[in-house]
């Protein structure tokens, strides 16, 4: 069996931002915690029983939303409540995702003492006029005050997000918010271009955007300055310090498995190889999930003939990409599955093959698509 994670996702927002398709919601009067805890305990136990988990959970992620707004009290006893529920492994990785706005020291150190070793800061950018393009709460000042304060509260391993190809930005801006960055001290930096997803503001009145050029080059010349100071690629969008890099996100790309639990989640779970991968969803709706964590929720099992593709998917976001035997020890198929797939991206040097790992060329990262659809059933 693969390695276990746990994604727990808490909904709230101070305000939705014009760019998020992730299942937020702006909070209006309070969120409900104790009644949220409850139903996040209740769900993970649920799943427990339901797929016979007996494994111990590698890493824990709680995402939004915006994490932070819980109090430290509401975060400890969801904490002990899974601990009395599953077993963790020693030296767990415990994310938690905040946004500068909500940024208090008193109450990261708290966090820090209830075993959360891990911080993904929502900064996006730390110019002032792009934060209010994007819909931002925070200011550029209160971003560096929050680098500050998780510093101050002991944690060690922090990721600050950014955006770049943002409206009315030059190459100029990204390479500033990057270097701002690197002057904090981050052990990891997430680095990813803004897209127009379906479903949100945007999306629904686009702003105009930096031209393909301007953000190609924002992109490699921001690349070239992580790498400078020692912030290596491991993944398209993630850059890290030496042994920093986020060890849940790498389970999803891994093909590992993990419990959702809370409004919206997703998870992924094996039970059997290769025909009973389950994929399955929570309610979106904070209220229907508080009024029952299972209904309008569901799961399915992923198609053996589609396995390839998920396999990919994930794994080739990677840049060590992947070995034979590990597809085979996730999927239970046959290496034969992969091709001629494989063989025709290695021809079209879309894909290397070093070290008994097959990972993506330059070529290949910059047209992905064109990798992915050679392995579609």
Same mark, same amino acid.
């Given at each position: 069996?693969? +390695?276990?994670?746990?994604?727990?996702?808490?909904?709230?927002?101070?305000?939705?931002? +014009?760019?998020?398709?992730?299942?937020?919601?702006?909070?209006?009067?309070?969120?409900?915690?104790?009644?949220?805890?409850?139903?996040?305990?209740?769900?993970?136990?649920?799943?427990?029983?339901?797929?016979?988990?007996?494994?111990?959970?590698?890493?824990?992620?709680?995402?939004?939303?915006?994490?932070?707004?819980?109090?430290?009290?509401?975060?400890?006893?969801?904490?002990?409540?899974?601990?009395?529920?599953?077993?963790?492994?020693?030296?767990?990785?415990?994310?938690?995702?905040?946004n500068p706005g909500t940024f208090e020291s008193h109450k990261f150190a708290e966090f820090r003492a209830l075993g959360i070793n891990r911080l993904s800061i929502g900064i996006q950018s730390f110019n002032d006029k792009l934060l209010k393009k994007l819909g931002r709460v925070h200011s550029a000042h209160e971003a560096i005050v929050a680098a500050e304060i998780a510093h101050q509260a002991g944690f060690e391993n922090f990721n600050l997000d950014l955006m770049f190809g943002l409206p009315g930005s030059s190459p100029e801006d990204g390479k500033t918010d990057v270097a701002t960055a690197i002057s904090l001290k981050p052990a990891h930096i997430s680095f990813y271009q803004l897209t127009l997803e379906t479903n949100t503001y945007f999306h629904k009145f686009p702003p105009q955007l930096p031209n393909d050029e301007v953000i190609f080059k924002t992109q490699k010349n921001c690349q070239k300055l992580l790498a400078s100071h020692g912030y290596q690629q491991y993944e398209v969008s993630a850059y890290s310090q030496s042994g920093k890099h986020c060890t849940h996100n790498v389970n999803y790309w891994q093909f590992g498995d993990y419990l959702?639990?809370?409004?919206?989640?997703?998870?992924?779970?094996?039970?059997?190889?290769?025909?009973?991968?389950?994929?399955?969803?929570? +309610?979106?709706?904070?209220?229907?999930?508080?009024?029952?964590?299972?209904?309008?929720?569901?799961?399915?099992?992923?198609?053996?003939?589609?396995?390839?593709?998920?396999?990919?998917?994930?794994?080739?976001?990677?840049?060590?990409?992947?070995?034979?035997?590990?597809y085979q020890s996730t999927t239970g198929l046959a290496t034969t599955t992969l091709e001629p797939a494989l063989s025709a991206c290695l021809k079209q040097k879309l894909l290397i093959y070093q070290d008994n790992h097959y990972s993506c060329s330059e070529q290949g990262w910059n047209f992905m698509d064109n990798v992915l659809e050679k392995f579609m059933p």
């Open positions: 069996m693969p +390695p276990l994670s746990l994604y727990i996702h808490i909904p709230w927002c101070i305000k939705k931002c +014009p760019y998020c398709d992730f299942n937020s919601h702006a909070i209006k009067t309070g969120a409900p915690e104790a009644a949220y805890i409850d139903a996040l305990l209740n769900d993970l136990s649920k799943d427990l029983q339901r797929y016979h988990i007996v494994r111990p959970i590698s890493s824990i992620f709680i995402g939004g939303g915006t994490p932070s707004l819980f109090s430290p009290d509401s975060v400890n006893r969801l904490l002990r409540g899974i601990e009395r529920q599953v077993t963790l492994k020693d030296r767990i990785e415990i994310t938690l995702e905040a959702g639990i809370g409004a919206g989640a997703h998870g992924k779970i094996t039970q059997a190889l290769p025909d009973k991968i389950t994929r399955n969803f929570k +309610p979106k709706s904070p209220e229907q999930y508080l009024n029952d964590t299972h209904k309008n929720g569901g799961a399915d099992v992923i198609a053996v003939a589609d396995l390839p593709l998920e396999f990919i998917m994930n794994h080739l976001r990677l840049k060590q990409g992947f070995t034979l035997e590990t």
